[in-house]
């Protein structure tokens, strides 16, 4: 079974059992003696020739690797991901394909904003990142705990991130994104508030990660044996349901016990209470694309389950922690572009810009191309590449590595037309090169208002009350009217109610607010202006 696969892999790397012979050096020469330098006398000079301290220390300068740009602070483990049934009317993919089959997965749940050592339950998105080991090699989910994101195109991902860190002069504060300058991109820009009305709510301050959900949050496309394809969004749900802390528990938590997350899942994994997820989906067949009110390529977009149900196809259960923290959670890469046959990509301008991403930050992350090599990051597929040398190589590769080849060697075959090799997706695109957003991206408080509207009166409370706190720690009085304005486009009455508690004047109620525009109707002939 492939479960064993990963299990047996990780046993090779694992260090030798301490108990069973002395200290060494990293050449393996016995050490007897630890605790002080080599020097002349008891009193005298250090010697440069002492290669156990030099060793020592110079390993210590250099465990430091820089941190993710962003969701620095995290928490891992592995376990193993069943489908219920077949998928193989939507996808080829081959770990959706037998419901017998178990296939490894190593799940990285992460806060966004703050550094490695920051708090665990500040009011923030959660990463949910899943990398599955499957037989046809690793496809990674890379979701977060909220279905929508903040912008829509990644050229703006550096912008955001900006203004969402602390201030540059001081870097104050960290953890709450309370501070100018995110309210400043965020009422400058708003695609972010629908993403924002999530933010404040109780989302973004998780009981637990065993209680979160998650989604792959773009849209994404299955392809069949027959190579026909089909839109799918993905939606992981908790057994355990969704909960979360209130405010006033989150900050306590924060000052107690900053590893409150992270903590939970270790000691329940430990404690035999695994948690486990539902993985669903949204299937959308492709002549469909354009029937829906909300362009499918757009990331600050839900489809409604009213529209589209979700439908579940399996599920995960964590049940092992990691040995290491540094070697397995710290050192994962995920990667959006890390895809399966079966698993394709959309044009949604987000996700497009993570496909570039996430590769090229951990290039430097890690140190140089080879992390794939990682026991954490390894596929359970053999990985058979012309790909030679670099910073941290330790594979043995032999033999000749190109191709075209006609000598043999180590240069692999290209695999057959078997239907085994992934191949990309041939979807005909066609247009003039522009830098322009559609305009079926431009309803910007729709989804606003509906979130709003779907919360309970409680939810309400503490949605007013989060923007009251963040708002209220913002100096610019000029940001504090422009974001009461925007969440006047969302809703009246909430802004009225924002506007009250941070002592800000009211926009007039009428022209161009609480009600939001519908975007244009979607078609190809209302999507012509792209200069297709
Ligand atoms: C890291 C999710 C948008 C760049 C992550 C992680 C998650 C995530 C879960 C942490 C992975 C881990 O645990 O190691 C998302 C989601 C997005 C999004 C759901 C929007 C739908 C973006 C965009 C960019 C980006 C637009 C850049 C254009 C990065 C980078 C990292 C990261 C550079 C650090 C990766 C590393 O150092 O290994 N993201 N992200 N993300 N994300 Fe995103």
């Not at 210590?60 to 941190?67: A, C, G, K, T, Y």
């Not at 991206?441 to 989060?466: C, G, T």
């Not at 009217?481 to 909430?494: C, G, I, K, S």
């Amino acid at each position: 079974m492939t479960e064993d696969r990963k299990e047996r892999q990780r046993e090779m790397y694992r260090a030798p059992d301490p108990a069973e012979g002395p200290l060494t050096t990293d050449q393996g020469v016995a050490v007897d003696h630890t605790d002080d330098s080599l020097t002349v006398g008891e009193r005298g000079p250090t010697l440069m020739e002492d290669f156990h301290f030099r060793e020592k220390i110079t390993h210590f300068d250099h465990e430091r690797i820089p941190e993710r740009v962003v969701h620095a602070r995290g928490a891992g483990a592995y376990g193993y991901f069943e489908p219920y049934e077949s998928c193989a009317e939507f996808t080829r993919a081959a770990f959706l394909q037998d419901p017998s089959v178990r296939t490894p997965v190593f799940v990285r749940f992460s806060t966004v904003q703050g550094p490695r050592g920051s708090a665990d339950t500040v009011r923030d998105v959660r990463g949910f990142a899943t990398k599955f080991y499957t037989s046809e090699g690793n496809y990674d989910l890379v979701g977060n705990n909220m279905p929508v994101f903040f912008i829509q195109d990644g050229i703006k991902f550096p912008d955001f991130v900006h203004a969402l860190k602390p201030e540059p002069q001081n870097e104050i504060p960290t953890g709450a994104s309370a501070h100018d300058t995110l309210w400043d991109f965020v009422s400058l820009q708003p695609e972010t508030m629908h993403m924002m009305m999530w933010l404040m709510s109780d989302r973004a301050i998780p009981r637990s990660y065993r209680m979160m959900q998650g989604f792959g949050v773009h849209t994404f496309r299955f392809v069949d044996a027959q190579g026909r394809g089909t839109f799918v969004k993905f939606h992981w749900k908790p057994k355990l349901g969704v909960h979360s802390l209130v405010w006033d528990e989150a900050q306590e938590c924060a000052g107690r016990d900053p590893d409150f997350n992270r903590r939970d899942l270790w000691e329940a994994i430990e404690a035999g209470q695994y948690p486990e997820y539902e993985l669903g989906v949204q299937l959308i067949p492709e002549e469909d694309e354009f029937n829906f009110d909300v362009d499918l390529l757009d990331a600050t977009k839900i489809i409604p389950e009213e529209q589209v149900p979700v439908r579940p196809i399996g599920h995960m259960v964590l049940d092992r922690n990691p040995d290491n923290f540094f070697a397995e959670t710290e050192q994962v890469a995920f990667h959006t572009a890390n895809v399966v046959p079966g698993i394709d990509f959309t044009n949604d301008p987000l996700l497009q810009a993570r496909n570039f991403s996430y590769l090229d930050t951990q290039l430097i992350r890690l140190g140089g191309p080879n992390f794939a090599q990682l026991p954490v990051n390894q596929p359970v597929a053999p990985a058979r590449t012309n790909q030679r040398d670099g910073y941290h190589q330790s594979t043995l590769h032999t033999g000749t590595n190109y191709s075209p080849n006609s000598l043999g060697g180590g240069c692999p075959a290209l695999a057959g037309a078997d239907g085994y090799a992934f191949s990309h997706y041939a979807e005909r695109v066609e247009g003039h090169k522009i830098r322009k957003r559609s305009e079926s991206f431009k309803d910007f408080y729709s989804q606003a208002a509906l979130f709003w509207n779907s919360m309970s009166d409680w939810e309400r409370r503490h949605i007013v009350d989060a923007f009251r706190f963040e708002l209220g720690k913002v100096e610019a009085v000029h940001v504090r009217e422009r974001t009461v304005e925007q969440l006047a486009q969302v809703d009246y009455d909430l802004a009225t109610q924002v506007a009250q508690g941070i002592g800000v004047a009211l926009p007039e109620p009428g022209a161009n607010n609480h009600k939001p525009q519908a975007s244009p109707a979607l078609s190809l002939e209302n999507l012509q202006g792209d200069g297709s």
